[in-house]
């Protein structure tokens, strides 16, 4: 694992069929982390975000939408940031040489902006398992603009 995931013990965690509509289950879970660790408002849009592409990922390109397959999501606070992890059963990708979306070429395809946005969004992303499992790192403080 990467220094995002070393030692990371769930706070809490939850699995679940790799159907679109279990996408409200990782919303449910992140609004509770964030309340519960009192996140500042200005950072939950981002966390949403970012971790709805993570899990949507996980769940269409991951598992191929195969409800036979899980998908896990879940967090620990760890060295004053919210670390989240998003695993999916399938056989990753190389998240290292995706098109870059912002290309010209690219500015109208429909997909391809999710690892971007991730990236984009938090303060620390890290791929492991070949790309089946990503980790993303978040800080509790106000957003600096």
Do not use: W
Request: one cysteine or more; aromatic letters at 6%; a negative charge.
């Amino acid at each position: 694992m990467g220094a995002l995931t070393d030692e990371l013990e769930f706070t809490r965690r939850i699995d679940f069929p790799a159907k679109a509509e279990n996408i409200a289950l990782a919303e449910k879970l992140i609004d509770e982390a964030c309340a519960t660790h009192k996140v500042h408002e200005s950072r939950y849009g981002n966390i949403l975000i970012a971790l709805t592409e993570a899990v949507n990922n996980a769940i269409h390109h991951g598992n191929g939408l195969d409800p036979s397959k899980t998908v896990t999501l879940g967090y620990e606070l760890k060295d004053d940031k919210l670390v989240f992890l998003v695993q999916d059963q399938g056989p990753g990708f190389d998240h290292d040489h995706l098109p870059d979306p912002t290309d010209p070429q690219n500015i109208e395809k429909p997909h391809g902006r999710g690892v971007f946005l991730m990236r984009a969004l938090a303060d620390g992303v890290e791929f492991t398992d070949n790309g089946a499992t990503v980790a993303l790192a978040f800080g509790l403080e106000p957003v600096q603009e």
